[in-house]
């Protein structure tokens, strides 16, 4: 006889009669179908399904045998599933499906068994019994409350049921077993399953016998090691050396290193090979001991120097840098006579791309000595200069232990590069770290936190390299001999490029000797108008451009043979547009409007300073994004020039009748410092007198309110400008005339240079007057 019945489908989970389990339901059609059975207050059918992974089971999806079960209790949680309390009652056979758009609906038949007391049945009960006994007894599990339950139940069914709920199996077993029938075959196969289940409990415990009995026996072989290690000590007796403490041993008494470092690192020593194999300790020790053993303490590159073999190097890897070779060649000469000498510590300051970091390591293959090189641009942790205390978890060296250690000699040239890129934080100032390094004096015993013994940097031959001195301290620029590297003119630049730029990416980029020539003025078209730099770096880059394009043609056209000329006209062709204007002096005199000098980070640049004047109340408008010194140089300016309103020609009160407006273009790039005072002087005389500049002249100066002009700096890099900008008259402070040494021949040469010690001078120079006439009236 069938019945209609709400089902709802389990996942990982079987219901046995006489069973009670709380279900946690989440599912919308199983939460409607335990709704509906508690309405009716009817049974529910509870089916497993094939898979536990199907989110919306079918029919096909489950088994048809389930356990018709009644709903005890539902309670609403508040994620919006239902905990439900169900109890099994008889096993059933779902015969058809119902269609109902909310849920699952079945029409089931009942599957009773014959309980009735056979003596098959009785012995059946009996073996169940006792079996369940002796698998209760091996698994922990199952509680004692649950063993003295199943001894009183005197009906076979639900003691079947009961123990095959309590039974550790797979669903997919438990299911065969629901479904077994008639009774005594099911009972005659979960007593299969209680003997295999047995039999398994007893493997494992003798896995877990032997097991336990293999770790007593390797804790009972280092015990007895310790004992042997410490009776070895007690009788002053070491092993033969062969194994990896006697190895190390050897090596901290075969290294050289003073007798203060030997005497730590054998106490360390000793007290590694007191220490337990698995201690943390040990390894925080033996990484102590590797340190020291590792570092060259007294081994040296061994180097002849040849001051003539030296300089060739020099000259073959570097164009120009005449001051920077020619202090290396100076120490390298000392050297040779003196058996020792303080290492010197050398600062390289200069525009990027000029060749401070590479000129390091020529140094290293002059003098016949390794290299290492440390960056310390965005180090802000004092700790990466000398190390962190051993206390610490993954205590290291600093960086230039670090390196010592790499670099495996005492005497390396050592570079420091970006030295004025380093930052500070709360985790301390790096910098200040670095004065004990780069002092000679103090650098014999530098104490790093993680060796905590002094360790002998004095033979380094120390090199920094910075891109300028404002982000240096002054106690470290003290500690450090300066060598400003200027930036390249023209010439240098078409040399460079013809004797190594070009070759250099011809062969990397694939093209034979010949196949591409550059003319030297498509050179210096690409100098002029395609890059403005003070190094060459983007030179290098344009030029790889070029190869890169005439390659792509190449193999376009299918022209692999073909010979390339590159001339001032086809430069152009390949690489587009130039960017940059090239001569930026004016090309006529104009009132009002001053070629100025001015020093950036990557070199010179001109500047072009122009005044307006307008009716108006007295305002002085300065715009440009001007700094506070730049500004301040503007009022200087206008009040020497309102001071010297009588000698010029100008009303006394011309500024309360006039509104001034200085502009200097470019008006996004920040622009400060006092060196274009004589050059927006000179722009508001201009443009108050109505007298022209002359447009082929430059200057640079501070002024006074009494007009003198005051020394600026950069001044090789400023003229370099001027030289590069068509400029062919300059005016200089005359205390900067000392600095004119240090430009090169060529460009003092190709310039009139003029020195200026007052502003009327300046004035002189720069106004276009007419014949006769003089600029300045008594």
Known sequence: MTKLYPLMPLRD????????????VGRKNSIQAL???MEKKTDILLVTQKKSSVDEPGEEDLYTYGTLATVMQLLRLPDGTI??????????KVISYVPNDNFFQAEVEERLDDTEATNAMVAYERELRKYFEGFAAGNKKIAKEVLNSVKSIDNPL???NVICSHLPLRSEEKQEILETEPLPERMEKVLEILNREIELLELEKSINAKVKMRMGKTQRDYYLGEKVREIQTEIGQNEDGLDEMGELEESI?????????KEKTLKEFKKLKNMPPMSAETTVVRNYIDCIVNLPWEKKSKSKIDINKAEKILDEDHYGLAK???RILEYLAVQAQVKKIKGPILCLVGPPGVGKTSVCRSIARAMGRKFSRLSLGGVRDEA???GHRRTYIGAMPGKIIQSMQKVGVSNPVFCLDEVDKMSMDFRGDPSSALLEVLDPEQNVAFNDHYLDIDYDLSEIFFITTANNLHGIPVPLQDRMEIIQISGYTEEDKLKIAEGYLIPKQLKENGYKVGDIQLTDGAVLEIIRRYTREAGVRNLERIIASLCRKIARERLKKDLKDKKYRVSVQSVGKFLGTPKFRYGLAEEHDEIGLTTGLAWTEVGGELLQIEATLMAGGGKLIITGKLGDVMQESAQAALSYVRSRADVLGLEKDFYQKLDIHIHVPEGAIPKDGPSAGITIATTLVSALAKIPVKHYLAMTGEITLRGRVLPIGGLTEKL???KRGNITHVLIPKENERNLSDVPMRIRKSLTIDIVNHMDEVLDHALVTEDGKPLFKN
């Open 324 to 326: 920077p070779k020619e």
């Open 83 to 92: 905990k439900a309390l169900v109890e099994g009652k008889t096993r059933a």
């Open 13 to 24: 989970i079987v219901i046995f009669p006489h069973m009670v389990a709380p279900l946690v």
């Open 384 to 386: 990466e200069i000398r």
């Open 253 to 261: 008494k075969a290294k050289k290193m003073p007798e203060l470092a």
């Open 720 to 722: 370099l400008a001027a």
């Open 35 to 37: 709704e509906d059975a």
């Open 158 to 160: 639900k003691l079947l």
